[in-house]
């Protein structure tokens, strides 16, 4: 007579293995999204004749070692706290084989091997221009100076009460 009568290793080796099964699936997760991690954009930006040249990066130094892929760049110029509007648009002139830039681009100069899908204006004293990528702002001063700032201090730009600490390094 043969019946079956599981032992009680083999019922914990079988736990065991659910468990690693089940687990499994929130491994790769958890791996897959470690993996998808988003760069953290910086901006740092000076003042180049008539213009502003910008460094984007996607660490401390700027330019960044090996250079930088943003996919494109596009530009808002804001007039106050609720108006803005596109006025620079760039991206590579083939998206298949984008590649790096160094990561110094000069407002409304495509980077080379891109293009213009909307040119822009002259920049304009007084006004906040959002860089996209990194949703950070650059202001050129209507003394000449350039700034740097994140979205927080937007209503401090626009108010005349910035305080030098809040600007981006």
């Not at 736990?15 to 491994?27: E, Q, R």
């Not at 990561?103 to 007084?126: E, S």
């Amino acid at each position: 007579m043969s019946s079956f009568s599981p032992r009680t290793g083999d019922l914990m080796q079988a736990k065991n293995t659910y468990i690693a099964i089940s687990l499994l699936p929130t491994c790769c997760l958890a791996l897959s999204l470690a993996s998808c991690q988003s760069f953290s954009w910086h901006l740092a930006a000076i003042k180049k004749g008539d213009t502003v040249e910008l460094c984007l990066s996607n660490g401390d130094v700027c330019p960044q070692p090996g250079g930088v892929s943003p996919g494109s760049i596009s530009v808002y110029r804001w007039d106050n706290m609720h108006d803005n509007e596109l006025v620079w648009d760039a991206e590579p002139e083939n998206a298949i084989t984008e590649g790096n830039i160094s990561g110094m681009v000069t407002y409304g100069v495509p980077p080379k091997d891109w293009i213009n899908k909307l040119a822009p204006p002259a920049l304009v004293c007084g006004k906040a221009y959002l860089v996209n990528p990194g949703a950070h702002y650059f202001a050129l001063k209507c003394d000449g100076t350039v700034i740097v700032f994140d979205d927080p201090h937007l209503e401090e730009f626009f108010s005349g009460k910035m305080h030098p600490q809040n600007r981006t390094k």
